[in-house]
């Protein structure tokens, strides 16, 4: 017997903004508003969907795409998660990435 998943692992309904699809209303509508605060001056830069590599003692854990990688109009680094729920996996990700990246990246979460 065949098991055919109807719609996505968490019901999330992705959102396309400024012809880019997002995974869901709430990350597409924080694009938005990165974006009005790019045009406002208010930061430099917004990469959506960085890429960090987690490796731990020479070994490759896991890939890690944070929603948004931002530089401030004071040159910092800033790694933006856009959150409707939380799940263990994603915490531990988020801890590793604490662990890894803290001292070069502020990390901020948007519930």
Do not use: C
């Amino acid at each position: 017997m065949w098991y055919q998943r109807k719609g996505t692992k968490y019901n999330n309904v992705s959102k396309i903004y400024n012809g880019r699809s997002y995974m869901s209303h709430k990350e597409a509508t924080y694009a938005r508003d990165l974006d009005l605060m790019l045009k406002a001056g208010e930061i430099k830069e917004i990469t959506p969907q960085f890429r960090l590599s987690l490796d731990v003692n020479g070994y490759h854990i896991a890939n890690y795409y944070v929603d948004f990688m931002v530089i401030d109009k004071d040159d910092e680094k800033q790694l933006h998660e856009v959150k409707g729920f939380e799940t263990d996996l994603w915490h531990m990700k988020w801890r590793l990435t604490e662990a890894l990246y803290g001292q070069e990246y502020k990390l901020i979460l948007i519930k």
